[in-house]
């Protein structure tokens, strides 16, 4: 599974990035971690009921302090995808 399958969105400072468009090589090693790390957790994840693949918000004031959020189509995806992110 490719990285690029996993959907991800990152709002830095209350705005909104697109990771593709990062152009500092700095900020781009950190989001290709945070992507690497959470795709190898969880990227294979899909929700029992639905088949949906989750997606992942990271948000923070700049890319050295950033929160996940995980968004899936329902409870019982967002628990999995949490449980494997835990491990
Ligand atoms: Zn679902």
Redesign the pocket.
């Known amino acids: 599974m490719s990285k690029l399958e996993v959907a991800f969105a990152f709002e830095i400072d209350g705005k909104e990035v697109d990771p593709r468009e990062v152009t500092d090589p700095e900020m781009k090693t950190k989001i290709e971690k945070i992507v690497e790390s959470v795709s190898g957790k969880v990227g294979g994840l899909r929700?029992p009921?639905?088949d949906?693949a989750p997606r992942f918000v990271c948000y923070g004031p700049n890319f050295d302090d950033l929160s996940m959020e995980v968004h899936?189509?329902?409870d019982?995806?967002v628990n999995i995808v949490k449980g494997g992110l835990s491990d």
């Open positions: 929700c009921h639905h949906e899936g189509c329902c019982a995806l």
